[in-house]
Structures are given as structure tokens and as C-alpha cells.
């Protein structure tokens, strides 16, 4: 399993679509988190983006005490889908160029060609959480040096907690690309059913039972992307009016957690289990 573990990271590392959905996620988060607020800073008052907003407390959002609330507010839901769409094309791509079957033919077996593939993912995943903490944190010393602000820190536990947070909510998502990818056996179908379940879908509903049927909030709050965005606000500690979509106290930390483990568990085991039982042509 080692061997294939080592060949699935090298093909990820060689594979260009997993560096331009790197960068789509990096991008988003310097836009939203960094670049929008900035330009709302400078203009003040001609910028109708932050009326109302004192303009030191737009400055605050950009220093380094913010920068785990930058670098993790979007991953519930934009980087989030982004990471679904890089579990469908690492897995289903398999299927569509029919190498599937040759890997199959070789040893180990396919729980473990599939565990490998599943540890491979959460190995980009954890560069794309490194890669992008570290660009939203030089973006944050500039500023602060920039705009003569405070360069206090978060501390290194409350850093690692937000970037092992923001991990698992990636994970949870790219696992549901992969689930499904098996589930179809090809790339398009996973990639369009899961983005349009976490970008509107599933905040549909949650809009639905809140406003129409509130018995029926505990349903709402077992999804996916309510328990995302929940972990996301407990690890940050952000306040509601400052958190960003799909950003929300809907449960607990604690259950969050839980709940983005059993995820986690249920679509690697859906995906194992579906492997092993069903011919790959």
C-alpha cells in the first residue's frame, strides 16, 4: 500500500487540474479575504461595500490576529467545492480512461489501491490548507506593515486547530466527490451533482426548514454543509455579522466534529465497499 500511496502522490503532483483548482481556491481566498476588503479600506467613504463599517475594524479583518478566519471562512462552501470536484476527478478518472482495470490486475487489492488514492487526497489537501495559510499570512504582514497595524498573532494552538479544521472540512467534501465518482464511474455527473448541492442545494433547504418547517431543523442541521460551516465558526471563533456564506452557528463545535468524521467514514466507506462489489467496466 506504501508503493501505491507513493505512486498516487506523484500523479497527483504531476496532474496540472489539481494545481489549477489549488490556485482557484487561492485566488478566492485572496479576493474575498484580502483584496475586496482592502479596496473597501482605502476608499472609506465612496465604497458603498463597507458603509456603516468603521474603517479600523475593516483594517482588522486583514491583520495577522484574522489570518485563520481568511484563510478558512470560504472552505465550507467555494473552496469546499472546489475539493468535491478534485475528489471526482482523482477517483473517476480512473473510470473514464479505463485504467482502473490494468491497476486492478496488480497487487495490492482494491481496498487498498482505494486507500491509497484516499490518503493521496488528503495529502493535496493538506498542502492546498498549508499553501494557502501561508499566502493569506504574508498577504497580512503586508498590510499590517503597510498600514502601520497591529502584527500580533493568534497563538500556535489556536492556529493548528483552525488549519486541522479546515482540513477536515476539505476532506469531508473531496470524500463526497470521490463517493460519487465511484457510485457514476465517470467525472462529469459527480462533479455537477455535488457543486450544485453545496452552492445551492443544501442552502435552499436550510433556508426552507428555518423559515417554513423549524420542526424540522434538526435534518438541516445533520447535512454536510450546516456542520461545515459550524466547525469553520467554532475553530475561528468569528462573530455572526462577520462570517462569510456558509459560515454559521448551526451546532455545536463538538457535534460538528462528529458529525464531519461520520461523513467522512460513511463516503470512504461507500466508496470501498461499492469497489469491491461491482465490476469497474
Same mark, same amino acid.
Given at each position: 500500500?506504501?508503493?501505491?500511496?507513493?505512486?498516487?502522490?506523484?500523479?497527483?503532483?504531476?496532474?496540472?487540474?489539481?494545481?489549477? @483548482?489549488?490556485?482557484?481556491?487561492?485566488?478566492?481566498?485572496?479576493? =474575498?479575504?484580502?483584496?475586496?476588503?482592502?479596496?473597501?479600506?482605502?476608499?472609506?467613504?465612496?465604497?458603498?461595500?463597507?458603509?456603516?463599517?468603521?474603517?479600523?475594524?475593516?483594517?482588522?479583518?486583514?491583520?495577522?490576529? +484574522?489570518?485563520?478566519?481568511?484563510?478558512?471562512?470560504?472552505?465550507?462552501? =467555494? !473552496?469546499?467545492?472546489?475539493?468535491?470536484?478534485?475528489?471526482?476527478?482523482?477517483?473517476?478518472?480512473?473510470?473514464?480512461? &479505463?485504467? @482502473?482495470?490494468? $491497476? =486492478?490486475?496488480?497487487?495490492? #487489492?482494491?481496498?487498498?489501491?482505494?486507500?491509497?488514492?484516499?490518503?493521496?487526497?488528503?495529502?493535496?489537501? !493538506?498542502?492546498?490548507?498549508?499553501? $494557502?495559510?501561508?499566502?493569506?499570512?504574508l498577504c497580512s504582514i503586508g498590510i499590517a506593515a503597510a498600514e502601520d497595524g497591529s502584527s500580533s498573532w493568534p497563538g500556535i494552538?489556536?492556529?493548528?486547530? &483552525?488549519?486541522?479544521?479546515?482540513?477536515?472540512?476539505?476532506?469531508?467534501?473531496?470524500?463526497?466527490?470521490?463517493?460519487?465518482?465511484?457510485?457514476?464511474?465517470?467525472?462529469?455527473?459527480?462533479? #455537477?451533482?455535488?457543486?450544485?448541492? $453545496?452552492?445551492?442545494?443544501?442552502?435552499? @433547504?436550510?433556508?426552507?426548514?428555518?423559515?417554513?418547517?423549524?420542526?424540522?431543523?434538526?435534518?438541516?442541521?445533520?447535512?454536510?454543509?450546516?456542520?461545515?460551516?459550524?466547525?469553520? =465558526?467554532?475553530?475561528?471563533?468569528?462573530?455572526?455579522?462577520?462570517?462569510?456564506? &456558509?459560515?454559521?452557528? !448551526?451546532? &455545536?463545535g463538538g457535534r460538528a466534529l462528529a458529525t464531519l468524521l461520520a461523513y467522512c467514514l460513511v463516503f470512504a466507506g461507500v466508496a470501498?465497499?461499492?469497489?469491491?462489489? +461491482?465490476?469497474?467496466?
Amino acid at each position: 500500500m506504501l508503493g501505491s500511496y507513493r505512486a498516487e502522490v506523484l500523479k497527483l503532483r504531476k496532474r496540472s487540474a489539481v494545481w489549477v @483548482l489549488f490556485g482557484a481556491g487561492l485566488v478566492l481566498s485572496l479576493i =474575498f479575504g484580502y483584496l475586496l476588503p482592502y479596496l473597501g479600506y482605502v476608499t472609506g467613504e465612496d465604497n458603498p461595500q463597507v458603509d456603516g463599517i468603521p474603517r479600523d475594524q475593516v483594517l482588522a479583518g486583514m491583520l495577522p490576529a +484574522r489570518v485563520i478566519d481568511n484563510t478558512i471562512g470560504g472552505y465550507p462552501i =467555494f !473552496a469546499g467545492a472546489l475539493a468535491l470536484v478534485l475528489g471526482a476527478i482523482v477517483i473517476g478518472g480512473e473510470y473514464t480512461w &479505463g485504467t @482502473l482495470k490494468t $491497476i =486492478f490486475t496488480q497487487r495490492p #487489492g482494491r481496498a487498498k489501491i482505494l486507500g491509497a488514492q484516499f490518503l493521496g487526497l488528503a495529502t493535496m489537501i !493538506a498542502v492546498w490548507v498549508v499553501g $494557502i495559510f501561508i499566502t493569506c499570512a504574508l498577504c497580512s504582514i503586508g498590510i499590517a506593515a503597510a498600514e502601520d497595524g497591529s502584527s500580533s498573532w493568534p497563538g500556535i494552538l489556536d492556529i493548528l486547530q &483552525g488549519l486541522a479544521g479546515g482540513w477536515l472540512v476539505l476532506m469531508t467534501w473531496c470524500l463526497a466527490g470521490a463517493a460519487l465518482a465511484v457510485a457514476f464511474r465517470n467525472v462529469a455527473l459527480p462533479i #455537477g451533482l455535488g457543486v450544485v448541492w $453545496i452552492l445551492g442545494i443544501e442552502t435552499l @433547504l436550510a433556508g426552507a426548514v428555518n423559515s417554513l418547517l423549524p420542526d424540522l431543523k434538526f435534518l438541516s442541521n445533520a447535512l454536510p454543509g450546516a456542520n461545515a460551516g459550524s466547525l469553520v =465558526f467554532a475553530v475561528t471563533g468569528m462573530a455572526t455579522g462577520d462570517a462569510p456564506p &456558509g459560515v454559521r452557528d !448551526a451546532v &455545536g463545535g463538538g457535534r460538528a466534529l462528529a458529525t464531519l468524521l461520520a461523513y467522512c467514514l460513511v463516503f470512504a466507506g461507500v466508496a470501498v465497499w461499492t469497489t469491491r462489489r +461491482r465490476d469497474v467496466t
